[in-house]
């Protein structure tokens, strides 16, 4: 079994910044990419960034310079570092990871449960 659990949702105002975290846990063998997605109603679900094993990013044009992704493989964790937030950066944003389990022979998608980032005045 593989979890993902995330925290640091919130409401800010704009210009604020919010930190998101994601730890992965269970029977994990291995992680390649970890990843932030975000979500609103009746829209598709959206990448947001993504960062591999080795430390290779990629982010969507509408957040590069005001976002920032990392992780820390000793702790399977992801962060998402978001600032200078606009209220179109209103969403459920989503933990994804491509893991390999014990017991697997391929890598999977695994994702959070979703937390809530409201920007508003």
């Known amino acids: 079994q593989v979890q993902l659990v995330e925290s640091g949702g919130g409401l800010v105002q704009p210009g604020g910044s919010l930190r998101l975290s994601c730890a992965a846990s269970g029977s994990i063998f291995s992680i390649n990419a970890m990843g932030w997605y975000r979500q609103v109603p009746g829209k598709e679900r959206e990448l947001v960034a993504r960062i591999w094993s080795i430390g290779r990013t990629n982010y969507r044009d509408s957040v590069k310079g005001r976002f920032t992704v990392s992780r820390d493989n000793a702790k399977n964790t992801v962060y998402l570092q978001m600032n200078s937030l606009k209220p179109e950066d209103t969403a459920v944003y989503y933990c994804?990871?491509?893991?390999?389990?014990?017991?697997?022979?391929?890598?999977?998608?695994?994702w959070g449960q979703g937390t809530q980032v409201t920007v508003s005045s």
């Open positions: 994804n990871a491509n893991i390999l389990a014990y017991g697997s022979s391929q890598y999977a998608d695994y």
